[in-house]
């Protein structure tokens, strides 16, 4: 080969060369994947960029329960009298003052509020017995729909957060299009232990019972913390806690770690109360998932992808609300 040939040649390769060497540094994201010695899938990893926002943060403990009574009164029918006609059966509605029974003798035993008549253990046309045994054969139980509640069971790890009085936003399902405010009344003294943990039963007192039934079902979230337009980002940007919590950011094309200060965090962001300010651009890497076979250890996967867009924002400037359950909302400002 002459030298001219030659030295076309390595200029061709040099060239091939740098351009893929350029093509791998200009993509962001980018997708890796890897495997180990065994050949097993590892994760795929993208690294994002994001303007820094404010936002109002929430911080929430939350569950599920079922809508209860929260007064019920068991009623006893007289047993110096008999019983003439029993008015009402379970699961129907009453009204407070409504009779529930009559006696032979005219007079009636009536609710003492507005609710629901549970449980009927009695029968028309019959003498309430005396004896202690058969004394829950003689009642007549009724729950109040003027004030109802809910119960949670959270983990005891949870408790530290919670008080009486908090108050909790409640979605029944049935009615998904309102929002009903409630409060923390009370919480259990002891624990219910199960595969090395404990759980405590909280209960929820509802603010207003409109077009609520008794057994309807619940989503509820308990605010134990919040605060206001806060300096924030993905809890994913911030590698390290305490005193060694650090944010990458992005200055002059450059990406360094920058020490910051924590302050309140939900399951998707966190505070930054020193060190970060609105407006600047931070870059971080997330967990995509699984990375697929590629047949060789350490290999890139999936493509280059391409470039996707740039910074990620929402409205205003701010990151978008990330959280799966709505604890944290985006900014409207």
């Known amino acids: 080969m002459s030298p001219k040939k030659k030295r076309k040649t390595k200029l061709l390769v040099s060239l091939g060369v740098a351009a893929a060497v350029l093509a791998f540094a200009i993509v962001i994201p980018y997708y890796v994947k890897a495997q180990n010695r065994d050949g097993q899938n590892l994760t795929a990893s993208e690294t994002r960029t994001a303007t820094v926002g404010t936002q109002d943060i929430r ?41 529930l029974l009559s006696y032979t003798d005219g007079t ?66 049935a009615l998904p299009d309102a929002k009903h405010s409630g409060k923390v009344s009370a919480i259990s003294e002891t624990g219910t232990y199960s595969n090395g943990s404990s759980t405590f039963t909280v209960t929820l007192t509802l603010d207003e019972t409109a077009e609520i039934k008794i057994g309807m079902s619940a989503d509820v979230e308990i605010v134990v913390a919040s605060v206001s337009d806060a300096v924030a980002v993905p809890i994913e940007a911030v590698s390290g806690s305490g005193d060694n919590a650090v944010v990458t950011v992005v200055k002059d094309g450059a990406a ?78």
């Open 256 to 333: 360094s770690p920058v020490s910051v200060e924590l302050g309140l965090a939900n399951d998707a962001y966190v505070q930054i109360t020193s060190g970060l300010s609105a407006g600047d651009i931070i870059q971080y890497t997330v967990q995509t998932g699984s990375a697929e076979n590629s047949g060789r250890s350490g290999g890139f996967g999936g493509g280059m992808g391409g470039m996707q867009g740039g910074a990620m924002q929402g409205p205003g400037g701010n990151m978008p609300d990330q959280s799966p359950n709505g604890s944290s909302r985006q900014n409207a400002d």
């Open 59 to 99: 911080k929430v403990v939350s569950g599920s329960g079922q809508i209860l009574s929260g007064d019920e009164e068991t009623l006893t029918a007289d047993q110096d009298k008999t019983v003439d006609e029993v008015l009402v059966t379970e699961g129907q509605a009453v009204e407070e003052g409504q009779a």
């Open 108 to 173: 009636e035993l009536v609710s003492p509020c507005k609710g629901v008549a549970g449980t009927v253990n009695l029968t028309d046309s019959g003498s309430a017995s005396k004896t202690a045994d058969s004394a829950a054969a003689n009642t007549i139980s009724v729950q109040s729909t003027e004030k109802l509640v809910t119960q949670l069971s959270v983990d005891e790890s949870d408790l530290q957060n919670l008080n009486v009085g908090q108050e909790a936003e409640i979605t029944v399902n």
